[in-house]
């Protein structure tokens, strides 16, 4: 396997999977440049001596061309972060793509349009992976995001790069970085896993059960638990149908010594409104008509404890709804701990959509070990998967 580091890119064309899957307003202005900030390392490092040919999905254009989903959106913002013209082809396949990188000189940046807007792309179509190939020398891949997926860009097209195929930066680290969680673990490891649903988390619960030392539960999903405890939960966010689920978590977390902890206070209110009337109480009696939406001081100052005495801290999902001022202090106080925690010495990783978002929004994005940028991609590679777009780099 090649690396990129100290891969001679003089006088060749690499072929970048990148994911520049970013969101934009109404007037198509980028609202967060996080994905494209990332990927300027792989290619600055390429641009030095070759040329660099961008390749990325955007949104679900389900094989449909869609101007809004378009790449050009992202064209003259990524030319500022690079300093360099970027020029876009019209189309990821085809006779204007072929031009374009065939007339590149080193230095210069081809961006192709969005390769969702063909079918083969998710379907991971070996033609459609053999004419991307055949634009360019070298392959790197820098998608973590979508490294759990076996689509023409980020596997499929692996296999036409036998001796000239890497990681991108980000790949490279993200893989460092999680192992240090999953592999070469300092203890005691503690995990807070909050958010919505225990639905879209059971999964990365049930493997966290076999590594953690502690498992913090809080968010909206932890009224499912408590629900299953036989708490009054009132009109709180609850899961019915996973009440004997949860029941199951806390029975391999006591045959796997993992100490399980739930809020035990919480701010209510009597609507999910900023607005609404709230008061502090003890998380399995609120009274009918009042939901939860935060932990309470007892519990935020509980977790901070387990915090403090961690030497590895993994964080996913919010414990409240930080998104609104009312309902975001347990989330803050336990981000703020976080940080102090890892002044410290404690390694934090920071992996899911919504603690990402609020690690940002409490200006603490440079206070933690590493954030993760793969949802999906980091779980898979936490429960011990193999991801097919790692694989395909790894293997010959
Ligand atoms: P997830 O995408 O599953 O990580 O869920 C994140 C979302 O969970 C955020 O938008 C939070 O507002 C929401 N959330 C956190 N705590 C609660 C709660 N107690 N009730 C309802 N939603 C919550």
């Keep these: 396997m090649q690396q990129i580091s100290n891969y001679d890119f003089t006088n060749k064309k690499a072929l970048i999977r990148v994911d520049f899957n970013v969101p934009v307003n109404d007037q198509f202005e980028i609202t967060d440049d996080t994905r494209i900030r990332a990927a300027i390392p792989t290619i600055k490092k390429v641009l030095k001596t070759g040329s660099a040919i961008l390749m990325s999905h955007r949104g679900r254009p389900k094989g449909e061309h869609s101007d809004k989903l378009s790449l050009k959106h992202v064209v003259s913002h990524l030319s500022v972060l690079l300093g360099v013209k970027v020029i876009l082809a019209d189309d990821c396949i085809g006779e204007d793509a072929k031009n374009k990188a065939a007339n590149l000189k080193s ?10 807007f063909y079918k083969e792309e998710k379907k991971g179509d070996e033609n459609f992976a ?32 036998p001796n000239d195929k890497m990681f991108g930066y980000i790949i490279e680290s993200e893989i460092k970085n999680i192992d240090k969680v999953v592999k070469d673990t300092k203890r005691p490891l503690t995990a807070i896993i909050g958010g919505s649903k225990v639905s879209s988390k059971i999964t990365i619960i049930e493997n966290l059960l076999t590594k953690v030392d502690n498992l913090i539960i809080g968010g909206g999903m932890a009224y499912t638990f408590v629900k299953a405890n036989g708490g009054k939960i009132g009109s709180s966010m609850v899961e019915l149908d996973k009440l004997d689920l949860v029941l199951n978590i806390y029975e391999i977390a006591e045959k796997n010594n993992v100490k399980l902890f739930l809020p035990i206070d919480n701010i209510i209110a009597d609507k999910f409104d900023n607005d609404a009337n709230t008061q502090s109480c003890d998380i399995d009696q609120i ?10 001081e007892k519990s935020t100052q509980n977790f901070i404890n387990i915090i403090n005495d961690s030497k590895t801290i993994l964080w996913n999902g919010p414990v409240g709804v930080f998104e609104m001022s009312s309902f975001e202090k347990g989330t803050k106080k336990l981000a703020e701990a976080i940080a102090e925690a890892t002044k410290k010495g404690v390694f934090s990783l920071i992996g899911g959509g919504d603690s990402v978002a609020a690690i940002s929004k409490y200006n603490l994005t ?12 980091l779980l898979e590679y936490m429960e011990g998967k193999k991801l097919p777009g790692i694989e395909a780099i790894l293997n010959d």
Aim: net charge negative; hydrophobic share 45%; charged share 20%.
């Design 107 to 116: 230095g210069e940046v081809l961006l192709l349009e969005n390769l969702r």
């Design 130 to 161: 053999k004419e991307l190939a055949s634009l360019a020398d070298v392959y790197i891949n820098d998608a973590f995001g979508t490294a759990h997926r076996a689509h023409a860009s980020t596997t499929i097209i692996a296999k036409f790069f």
């Design 287 to 296: 009274p009918d008509g009042w939901l939860g939406l935060d932990i309470g």
């Design 366 to 377: 440079d206070k933690v070990s590493y954030i993760s940028t793969g949802g999906g991609a």
